[in-house]
């Protein structure tokens, strides 16, 4: 508009009057929708400004609207279209250099071609930049929702943690409590050594328990700064080494319990370790809850590059039927050894036997580096 009021224009171009303020404004206002209908908005201009020029008005009055009604185009619509929009822009230049008295075509020429092309380089940087901009919008929220979602397995897979480790550790002591509890009230009047014996049993099995559970929870709880506060409690996690003092509670509780190491033993991994006792503690446990009368025999057996774990029964006075120990998939404990095996990379099979009893077996594998030396065999 202040180019249009110069009092000193170039020869054969008409100074702005009311009727060419008018096309000024019909050339520039329809810029403001241009992000709505870019293309239309873009054939608008170039219209208005055809006909501004025709009207014998400086065409560099209305030079800038084009120019960005074309870049617009690039940005946002295909590079057809933006080519088409800037050879219509380039030819309405060369109409407006062919409208002046004086001018060098050679420069106008140039001028057609190449600001067209520039507005069309730029408004095409800028449609790749907003692509990019909305391709990591769609990766961010991706990744936000993959996040999410390994956070809802990792809590849904420490649970599953949690309720093996309290089942392992309450069924195991509340089954070797309850036996003692009845023994000790059968021959309170009659044998009370014997029920002295089975009150002790008690203590010391409750004890136990109580010490397990508290590893438990302090290994749980965390400090203000995010650290466990029980993460010392992880050196004590019941092991191989446990497992004679589990036999003589068994033992206790009236289940002939046979122990045997096989192979020469060697520190293994903890999480190992505990799952190998705690397959030992959940059979043991059922052979007290489903056949207390039976003999048991337990077969550790230390391999170059595995660990194999055996717990045998004989079924006791009767075989027992009950569906936990012989429906391949029922019962919380079984579900929990295979789930233990299977987070270790191992196997169990589990299963009556033919001649009689139930038994389970563990394979886990071990590290080669570990890899004894020699054999050895205690009972």
């Known amino acids: 508009m202040l180019l249009g009021r110069e009092r000193i224009l170039p020869p054969g171009w008409e100074p702005l009057d009311s009727y060419g303020y008018a096309l000024t404004a019909l050339v520039n206002l329809p810029v403001a929708a241009r992000r709505r209908a ?27 609207a084009p120019m960005l009604a074309l870049y617009t185009v690039a940005a946002a619509r295909s590079l057809r279209a933006a080519l088409g929009c800037a050879a219509l822009t380039g ?28 507005m069309c ?3 095409y940087a800028a449609r790749v930049s907003g692509e990019r901009g909305d391709q990591l919008a769609l990766l961010t929220g991706q990744l936000r929702r993959e996040q999410a979602e390994r956070a809802r397995r990792a809590v849904v897979e420490e649970q599953g943690r949690i309720a ?30 014997a029920a002295h014996d089975a009150l002790r049993t008690i203590s010391d099995t409750s004890r136990e328990g109580l010490e397990e559970l508290r590893r438990m929870l302090a290994v749980l709880r965390t400090d203000d700064n995010g650290d466990a506060q029980g993460a010392a409690s992880y050196d004590s996690v019941p092991g191989l080494g446990r497992l004679d003092e589990m ?51 337990v077969v550790v057996a230390y391999g170059a590059r595995q660990l194999s774990v055996t717990v045998t029964d004989d079924g006791g006075a009767k075989e027992r039927t009950d569906p936990d120990r012989i429906l391949p998939g029922a019962g919380h404990g079984l579900i929990g050894m295979r789930e233990r095996a299977r987070l270790y990379g191992g196997t169990v099979n589990i299963g009556p036997r033919p001649e009689g009893g139930f038994g389970v077996r563990l394979t886990l594998p071990t590290s080669a580096s570990a890899t004894p030396q020699g054999d050895e065999t205690r009972t």
Request: hydrophobic share 50%; glycine share 10%; aromatic share 8%.
């Open 38 to 64: 870019p293309v239309t908005v873009c054939l608008i201009v170039c219209a208005g400004w055809t006909g501004y020029i025709s009207a014998g008005y400086w065409p560099v009055v209305n030079c800038l």
């Open 91 to 118: 030819g309405v230049w060369l109409y407006a250099g062919l409208s002046a008295e004086a001018s060098s075509m050679a420069t106008v020429t140039v001028q057609a071609v190449v600001f067209p092309l520039v």
């Open 121 to 123: 380089r730029f408004g």
């Open 164 to 193: 093996r480790e309290l089942h392992d550790v309450v069924a195991h002591h509340m089954s070797v409590i309850s036996v003692q509890a009845g023994m000790a009230g059968y021959v309170f009047g009659s044998d009370p050594g």
């Open 247 to 297: 036999a003589g509670r068994i033992r206790a509780a009236g289940v002939a319990v046979e122990l045997t190491v096989t192979g020469r033993p060697r520190p293994l991994a903890p999480g190992v370790e505990l799952c190998a006792y705690r397959v030992v503690q959940e059979a043991l446990t059922n052979v007290l809850k489903h056949a207390h009368t039976a003999r048991a025999v």
